[in-house]
């Protein structure tokens, strides 16, 4: 009813971009696509976050393994570079939290979406 009303008072020989209903209906589109995207995103981030744990644990198991073995064979263990020294503590220091924040930014609230 209220879209007959509408289109009753909108001139004639208007184009689809200039339409309001059809852009309504588009807007309505864009809006389930833009949700719909937003929640592969958070399944996409969250299966990130488990692979990057799991990857700072078997890194972490290995490294103390290498040790183990170095010193059970009496080799002597070297000191990790500077810039190894670096690369591991990025790599195990680093926290989903703090490389989610940009993402979580740009989502929009809930009341935006519907």
């Not at 890194?59 to 183990?68: D, M």
Request: hydrophobic share 35%; charged share 25%; aromatic share 2%.
């Amino acid at each position: 009813m209220l879209e007959f009303e509408m289109m009753k008072g909108l001139p004639d020989g208007l184009s689809q971009e200039e339409n309001p209903l059809v852009l309504v209906q588009q807007l309505t589109l864009v809006k389930s696509h833009y949700k719909a995207l937003c929640e592969q995103l958070e399944k996409i981030s969250i299966e990130r976050r488990e692979s990057m744990r799991s990857i700072r644990a078997t890194l972490a198991k290995t490294v103390k393994l290498v040790q183990e073995i170095q010193h059970h064979t009496g080799m002597e263990i070297s000191p990790l570079s500077e810039e190894e020294q670096l690369a591991m503590q990025h790599l195990m220091l680093q926290t989903p939290e703090v490389t989610e924040v940009p993402a979580k930014q740009n989502r929009p609230k809930e009341h935006e979406i519907h």
